[in-house]
C-alpha cells in the first residue's frame, strides 16, 4: 500500500550491529504498529503507539525499541541485533475511532541478521 | 487471552471450484474478527471484517466469511476460484483490547488452472 512506506525494503546486517527501520504513513492515521512474519507463526506485534505520546510493549518486545517522531512517522529499532531476530518486518496504521477499523499494512522489511 | 487458530498450512483447489479457508478463535470477550491476504513480496491486504450484525460478511475480490458462534469460526469461503487468488492468508481476532490483533499462523491457498 503506497500510503503506508518502509524503508529499508531488504536490510542484511551482523550480529551486534543496531539497525533501524522506519516507517512513514500518508493516510492520517493515530495508531501505528510494527509486527514481524516468520514462517509458520503468522504476524506477532511488536510495538504499537496509539498517538503521538503513547508507546506500548506489544507481544515480542524484547531486542526491539521503537519511536513515534510525529504522526507519521514510527520507527523500529534492534539495539543489538541477534540472528533470531532474522524475518519480514512490518509497519501498519489504523484509525482511531469507537469501531474496529481494519489496518493498513506497508510492503515489509525484510531483515537478515548474520 | 485471545487465540486464532487456522488449521491448515495449505489448501489446494482447482480453478472455478469452491474455496473454504477455514479458522476458529478464542477471546474472553465479543469477538472482532478479520481476514487478510498477503500476495507474494507484498504486505497484508484487508479483506472483509466481522463486527456485529450479519454473520455473512461480504469483502473484497468475491471473498466472504460466516460468523458462527456457537462453533467459534470464522470461515473464509469463494464461490469460485482463480488462479490469481493463490496467496497467503491470515485470520485475525481483536477482542476488547482496542487496536490489537491476534493473527493466525496463516494457511497458504494454491489455486491450479
Known amino acids: 500500500d503506497a500510503d503506508v512506506t518502509q524503508t529499508p525494503r531488504n536490510r542484511i546486517t551482523k550480529t551486534g550491529k543496531r539497525i533501524m527501520l522506519e516507517c512513514s504513513q500518508t493516510k492520517g492515521h493515530d495508531r501505528m504498529y510494527w509486527y514481524r512474519q516468520d514462517p509458520g507463526l503468522g504476524l506477532r506485534l511488536i510495538y504499537y503507539s496509539f498517538d503521538v505520546k503513547d508507546i506500548n510493549k506489544g507481544e515480542i518486545s524484547d531486542g526491539y525499541s521503537v519511536s513515534r517522531q510525529a504522526q507519521a512517522k514510527f520507527s523500529l529499532s534492534l539495539e543489538s541485533a541477534i540472528p533470531n531476530q532474522t524475518a519480514l518486518y512490518f509497519c501498519?496504521?489504523?484509525?482511531?475511532?469507537?469501531?474496529?477499523?481494519?489496518?493498513?499494512f506497508g510492503p515489509g522489511t525484510r531483515l537478515t541478521v548474520t | 487471552a485471545q487465540s486464532v487458530a487456522q488449521p491448515e498450512d495449505q489448501v489446494n483447489v482447482a480453478e472455478g471450484n469452491p474455496l473454504t479457508v477455514k479458522c476458529t478463535y478464542s477471546?474472553?470477550?465479543?469477538?472482532?474478527l478479520f481476514w487478510y491476504v498477503q500476495y507474494p513480496n507484498r504486505g497484508l491486504q484487508f479483506l472483509l471484517k466481522?463486527?456485529?450484525?450479519?454473520?455473512l460478511v461480504k469483502g473484497s475480490y468475491g471473498f466472504e466469511a460466516e460468523f458462527n458462534k456457537s462453533q467459534t469460526s470464522f470461515h473464509l469461503k469463494k464461490p469460485s476460484a482463480l488462479v490469481s487468488d493463490s496467496a497467503l492468508y491470515f485470520c485475525?481476532?481483536?477482542?476488547?483490547?482496542?487496536?490489537?490483533?491476534?493473527f493466525g499462523a496463516g494457511t497458504q491457498v494454491v489455486v491450479t488452472p
Open positions: 477471546v474472553s470477550g465479543n469477538p472482532y
Open positions: 466481522y463486527i456485529t450484525g450479519d454473520n
Open positions: 501498519a496504521t489504523s484509525e482511531r475511532d469507537s469501531e474496529r477499523y481494519e489496518q493498513y
Open positions: 485475525a481476532v481483536e477482542s476488547d483490547s482496542w487496536g490489537k490483533l491476534q
